[in-house]
C-alpha cells in the first residue's frame, strides 16, 4: 500500500469510526447476534438464523451505505483529483477508508457477542469462523459493486434505486430465480448451468459455505443443496472461496477502471 | 509576455450536449483572469478541464507549454478552491491540511501563515460539522493556497465569506500575483472581479465571446462598468 492510499484510507476510515451510521450498522448485528445466541434452540440454530439475516444484511447494507458514501464524497473527491496523485490511489483510498470500518464493525458486532460466550460451541468454530470471514468477504465485495454503480450512474436516486435493485437480485430473488430455472428445464441435464448461477451471487456461494460447515442441508434453499452435492468437503470450501476473491476482485477492478476514465 | 495557462481549441460534450465549442484563450504568467458568463455557460467545466477532473473532447491545454494530459504531476503547482464544498464533517481542519500534506508527500514552507491568515486558528481541531458555512469556506482557501501554489484556481471563491474573510482572501490572491502566481477565477459579482482582474473571459453558450481587459471591454461595449458592459455583451448574444 502506498502512502498517499494509507492517508486517504486512514483520513476516510476516521470519518467513518465517528459517524453515527457506522455505530448503528455495528449496533444491530450486536443486538442481532446477542438475541439469536440467548434465543435460539441451541448455538447451531443461532448460528445457521445468524447467516441467514447477516447474508442479507451485510450485501444492504453495504450497497447503501457506499453509494450513499461515494455520492456524498463527490465534492471531497474532486479536491483530491485536483492534487498530483494517480487516480488509481485515490479509489484504493477511498474504497479502503469505507471498506475496511465496514467490515470491522460487522466483525465486531457478530465476534464480539460470541467472544463473550467464549466462542460457544467448540464443535461450531469452524461455522462461526467461516460466518465471520463470509460476512467480510460480502462486505468487501458489495461495497465495490456500490462504487462501480455510484461511479458509472450520475444521478444519485437512480444509482441508489439500482443498488437497491442489485440487493433484491442477489439477497432476495436469487433462490426464485434458479427454481423457476429448475423448473422451465427440469428434462435437461442443467446440474452445470446451476453452478454457474451459484457462482453468480456471491450472497448465496457465502451462505452455502457457511452452512456446508454445519452439516444442514435440509436447511438451505435449492441453490445450496446443490451446491453442497457438487462441492461438499475441502474442495467446497477452496471453490467457494476462489469464487468470493473473485466477486471481491472485480468490481474493485472494474471500479478502478471507470474511475480513472471518468468525467466529474 | 509569456503565457501560464492556454487553452487551445477545447471542445467539450457530455452526450450530445456540446458544453464547451472551441475555447481558445491563454492567460499571461502574473496575471488575473476572470472567467464570466451565465449560469450554465461552461466555466465550472472549463476549469475541471484544466484540473484534469475531466477531459476534453477535443483540442489541448497547456500549462507552462505543456500539454495537460494523462499525467499529474503539473498539479502540484496548482490551488484549486471549488464552490462551497462538501468535506468530510467528521474531520478538523487540521485533519484536513494533514490529508493534504500526506497525498502530496511533504509539507508546506508556510503552515501556519496560511491558518492564522484566515483565522482558523480556534478552529483547528474542531469538526467541519460545526463550523459555519463561512468558516468552511475559509478552510477550503487555506487547503487551495496551502502549498503557495504557482497557479490559483478560484471557483467563485468569496460566496459565503464574511466582509473581512472576503477581504482577507482578496488581498492574497492580489498578494500572490505580485509574487509571480497566475490566477484563473471565476465569479459573478462584477465589482469583485474588477478589484481583482487584469483581464476577463466572457464565456456563453460553450464559445468565447470576449478576452481582453476590463478597460476595453467597458470602452469597446461604452459601458461605465464591467457589470453594463458584461450585460450589454449578453443582450448581444441573446440578439
Not at chain 1, 179 to 184: E, S
Not at chain 2, 101 to 106: D, I, K, N, P, S
Request: with cysteine; aromatic share 8%; proline share 4%.
Amino acid at each position: 500500500m502506498n502512502a498517499v492510499v494509507g492517508t486517504l484510507a486512514r483520513t476516510q476510515a476516521r470519518d467513518a469510526l465517528r459517524s453515527r451510521w457506522l455505530f448503528v450498522y455495528t449496533a444491530f448485528f450486536v443486538v442481532l447476534s446477542e438475541a439469536l445466541l440467548r434465543f435460539s434452540a441451541g448455538d447451531a440454530n443461532a448460528v445457521v438464523s445468524l447467516a441467514t439475516v447477516t447474508f442479507t444484511v451485510v450485501p444492504l447494507g453495504a450497497l447503501v451505505l457506499s453509494t450513499a458514501y461515494v455520492y456524498n464524497a463527490r465534492e471531497f473527491t474532486e479536491l483530491l483529483l485536483a492534487q498530483p496523485v494517480r487516480r488509481s490511489s485515490i479509489y484504493a483510498g477511498l474504497y479502503l477508508g469505507l471498506a475496511l470500518p465496514l467490515t470491522a464493525g460487522f466483525l465486531a458486532g457478530v465476534g464480539v457477542p460470541l467472544l463473550a460466550r467464549g466462542g460457544g460451541d467448540p464443535a461450531l468454530r469452524g461455522a462461526v469462523v467461516t460466518l465471520l470471514a463470509v460476512g467480510a468477504a460480502l462486505t468487501l465485495a458489495f461495497t465495490a459493486v456500490a462504487f462501480l454503480i455510484a461511479l458509472s450512474v450520475e444521478d444519485r436516486l437512480r444509482g441508489l434505486g439500482i443498488a437497491l435493485g442489485v440487493w433484491l437480485l442477489t439477497a432476495v430473488a436469487y433462490d426464485g430465480i434458479v427454481l423457476a430455472a429448475v423448473a422451465i428445464f427440469s428434462d435437461r441435464p442443467i446440474e452445470r448451468p446451476l453452478l454457474a448461477l451459484m457462482f453468480a451471487n456471491p450472497a448465496d456461494l457465502g451462505r452455502v459455505l457457511v452452512l456446508l460447515q454445519l452439516d444442514v442441508a435440509a436447511l438451505m434453499g435449492y441453490t445450496g443443496a446443490v451446491f453442497a452435492r457438487f462441492f461438499s468437503g475441502a474442495f467446497g470450501a477452496i471453490a467457494g472461496a476462489g469464487g468470493l476473491l473473485f466477486w471481491i476482485a472485480a468490481p474493485i477492478t472494474a471500479g478502478t477502471m471507470q474511475f480513472r476514465r471518468k468525467d466529474f | 509576455m509569456t503565457s501560464t495557462i492556454a487553452f487551445r481549441e477545447i471542445t467539450k460534450r457530455f452526450g450530445r450536449t456540446d458544453v464547451l465549442c472551441g475555447v481558445d484563450f491563454s492567460i499571461a504568467s502574473g496575471s488575473v483572469m476572470g472567467l464570466i458568463g451565465p449560469n450554465g455557460a461552461g466555466k465550472t467545466t472549463l476549469l475541471k478541464l484544466l484540473l484534469g477532473l475531466a477531459q476534453p473532447t477535443s483540442g489541448e491545454i497547456l500549462v507552462h507549454g505543456e500539454r495537460v494530459a494523462q499525467h499529474e504531476s503539473y498539479r502540484a503547482r496548482i490551488g484549486y478552491m471549488p464552490q462551497i464544498t462538501r468535506l468530510p464533517e467528521n474531520l478538523t481542519p487540521a485533519e484536513l491540511l494533514a490529508v493534504i500534506r500526506g497525498v502530496r508527500g511533504h509539507s508546506p514552507s508556510v503552515d501556519h501563515e496560511i491558518i492564522e491568515r484566515f483565522r482558523l486558528g480556534d478552529y483547528i481541531d474542531t469538526p467541519l460539522k460545526i463550523l459555519s458555512g463561512g468558516t468552511r469556506q475559509r478552510v477550503n482557501a487555506a487547503l487551495a493556497l496551502y502549498y503557495r501554489p504557482s497557479i490559483l484556481v478560484l471557483d467563485e471563491p468569496t460566496a459565503g465569506l464574511d466582509a473581512l474573510s472576503s477581504t482577507t482572501l482578496k488581498d492574497t490572491i492580489r498578494a500572490r500575483r505580485d509574487e509571480g502566481a497566475t490566477v484563473l477565477v471565476t465569479s459573478h459579482i462584477m465589482t469583485e472581479l474588477e478589484e481583482l482582474c487584469d483581464e476577463v473571459a466572457f464565456l456563453v453558450d460553450g464559445r468565447i465571446g470576449y478576452v481582453g481587459s476590463i478597460d476595453e471591454l467597458t470602452e469597446r461595449t461604452r459601458q461605465s462598468n464591467l457589470e453594463r458592459a458584461i450585460a450589454s455583451l449578453m443582450i448581444r448574444e441573446v440578439a
